[in-house]
């Protein structure tokens, strides 16, 4: 068991979803998705339920597929044109990173208050 899945998880996961996961791959990946997992401010309770193990296994699928939730999003430039001296780029408003937005929802309800993003704050009606 590498974190909170075992190999043998994360094959079926994956063969499930019509993916294959070599057993060379297998402990780097449930590695390196766990390391996604301890950087989230989550509190994890005991036993560990199972949405926190398919988040193991999402990332370790995301990361077979080449992608990294741990790269740094940056903005997206779309056109850049230079004029002279002056360079002037255009941007939409997305990153140029993916984002994965399984992996928040499966894990969201283990974030601890006011972390990432999330703010906490008295609602009452006038």
Do not use: H
């Not at 043998?8 to 019509?18: K, M, S, T």
């Not at 057993?23 to 766990?34: D, F, G, H």
């Not at 301890?38 to 992608?67: E, F, L, S």
Request: aromatic share 8%.
């Amino acid at each position: 068991m590498i974190g909170y899945v075992d190999t043998g998880e994360l094959i079926a996961y994956a063969a499930a979803r019509g993916v294959v996961i070599t057993a060379q791959q297998e402990p780097v990946l449930l590695t390196k998705a766990l390391d996604w997992l301890q950087i989230q401010p989550i509190t994890v309770p005991d036993p560990v339920p199972d949405q926190i193990k398919q988040a193991q296994m999402v990332c370790a699928m995301i990361y077979q597929a080449g992608g990294d939730p741990l790269a740094a999003i940056t903005p997206r430039v779309t056109q850049e044109t230079v004029f002279g001296a002056v360079s002037v780029s255009y941007s939409d408003s997305g990153p140029s990173t993916p984002l994965y937005p399984q992996l928040a929802a499966l894990i969201s309800p283990y974030l601890t208050a006011g972390q990432m993003g999330q703010a906490n704050f008295a609602v009452c009606r006038a």
